[in-house]
Each structure stands twice: as structure tokens, then as C-alpha cells.
């Protein structure tokens, strides 16, 4: 992550979570912007359901499933996709690096850096249900050791930590 873009989202987020009350919309449009950017150097298409999809996944800091994805294309268009179809955008919305996907809730969120190749931790908070993404190099590097000790090839890790952000802790915290 460049300077200018630490200082922008340090801006609009409190320890990895996003401020209450901060401005969604500015954050669709920057993932719409991000995506048209990576899929410009990927040479693939972000397709207008793909587009709707990730603008969905971004509409809040919560993570969101397939099926509640589902539910607000069939509100936002009056029509309901086949399920495969919305499947299929998020796989793609994957591949690219724009979205990340947390096994345990078999929901998808969007990727503070898309179109990097980057070790992230997700932190997940029991009480508000918001999720932020931080950098994870230092567990991946440890599990990774760990794994080589015992002859162990790690193929794929997500690392998922529930607790309670600073807002749901209240004051205390904030401090």
C-alpha cells in the first residue's frame, strides 16, 4: 500500500475497521474504480452483473453471501439471477483480487488492495458483523514454518479472527 493511500484510508477507517457513519458510496466508487483498473491490466471485462456484484459486496463493511447478493439484485432489477450467475461474478470478482471470501460465514467482502497478490488476516467483529482486512505476513510466515517443521505443505491459509472492534467496545477503547 503507497503513502498516499495509507493516509486515505487511515482517513476513513479506525484500526482496520471503517469510522461509523463514513461515506459507503465513496467506497463503491473506489472499488468500481480499482476493479476497472485491474480488469484493464488483466485484459478481462468487468460485465455489468460483475459491476452490480461488487458494488453490492462493498455497499457496507459486513460480509455478505451469495443468496443475500440474491436477494438485493432481485430488489435493485426487479429480476432475480440464477443463483449459478451470481456465483459465477463472485468466482471472477476472486480471481482478480478484488474481493476476499471468509470460509466460516461463506461470505465475501472487498479487498482493501486490489489486484495485489498480498497476505491478509481477516478480523471479524462478533457484535456490529463489519470485517476488515490487515496485513498478514507475520502469521503466514509462522504457520508456514510451523508446517515445513512436520514435513507439512501449506496450499492455501485464511486466517479469521472474531472479536469486538474499538466502536463496539465502547469509550474505553476509544481512547
Not at 38 to 52: H, I, P, S, Y
Not at 82 to 107: C, K, M, W
Not at 125 to 130: Q, W
Amino acid at each position: 500500500m503507497t503513502v498516499k493511500h495509507r493516509r486515505a484510508a487511515s482517513a476513513t477507517t479506525t484500526a482496520g475497521f471503517p469510522r461509523r457513519g463514513h461515506n459507503h458510496a465513496s467506497c463503491v466508487d473506489d472499488a468500481v474504480a480499482a476493479a476497472d483498473r485491474v480488469c484493464a491490466q488483466n485484459g478481462t471485462r468487468l460485465t455489468e452483473l460483475r459491476r452490480q456484484v461488487l458494488e453490492l459486496v462493498w455497499r457496507s463493511h459486513e460480509p455478505v453471501g451469495a443468496y443475500a447478493i440474491l436477494e438485493h439484485l432481485a430488489v435493485d432489477s426487479g429480476r432475480r439471477p440464477a443463483p449459478p450467475t451470481v456465483y459465477r461474478a463472485l468466482d471472477f470478482l476472486l480471481e482478480q483480487g478484488l474481493v476476499h471470501r471468509i470460509e466460516s460465514r461463506n461470505a465475501f467482502f472487498g479487498c482493501t488492495r486490489p489486484g495485489e497478490k498480498h497476505l491478509f488476516e481477516i478480523l471479524l467483529c462478533t457484535d456490529c458483523g463489519r470485517a476488515a482486512e490487515v496485513p498478514g505476513d507475520r502469521v503466514t510466515r509462522a504457520v508456514k514454518f510451523s508446517a515445513a517443521a512436520l514435513g507439512f505443505e501449506v496450499d492455501r491459509q485464511t486466517v479469521e479472527v472474531m472479536g469486538r472492534c474499538r466502536d463496539c467496545r465502547g469509550p474505553a477503547a476509544q481512547a
